[in-house]
């Protein structure tokens, strides 16, 4: 299995713009497609961005041309640069494999939160 470790969240103000990292251990990382997803409150988690093991993006609509997802293979760590935050930006930030039928166990997360 693989297991996450998400950093990088914060408190950042309409416009602003964040870097998340994830760390991630056990076997496996290289050879999957990746994705970040977020869950708001009150919400169902949904995948926001996904990268193929060869390095082609996919992004949500209410995602595209804000958000940049990237890995690093020979460092077991994904990420995603979040510019031009809204306040529908505000969530707890997860990655996982990026094939829902194939998720493994959840990380803590990281939360962001994007208010004046």
């Known amino acids: 299995q693989v297991q996450f470790v998400e950093s990088g969240g914060g408190l950042v103000q309409p416009g602003g713009s964040l870097r998340l990292s994830c760390a991630t251990s056990g076997s496996g990382f290289s050879f999957y497609r990746m994705g970040w997803y977020r869950q708001a409150p009150g919400k169902q988690r949904e995948l926001v961005a996904a990268?193929?093991?060869?390095?082609?993006?996919n992004y949500a609509d209410f995602v595209k041309g804000r958000f940049t997802i990237s890995r690093d293979n020979a460092k077991n760590t994904l990420y995603l640069q979040m510019n031009s935050l809204k306040p529908e930006d505000t969530a707890v930030y997860y990655c996982?494999?990026?094939?829902?039928?194939?998720?493994?166990?959840w990380g803590q997360g990281t939360q962001v939160t994007v208010s004046s």
């Open positions: 990268i193929t093991v060869g390095g082609s993006p």
């Open positions: 996982n494999v990026g094939i829902t039928s194939m998720i493994h166990p």
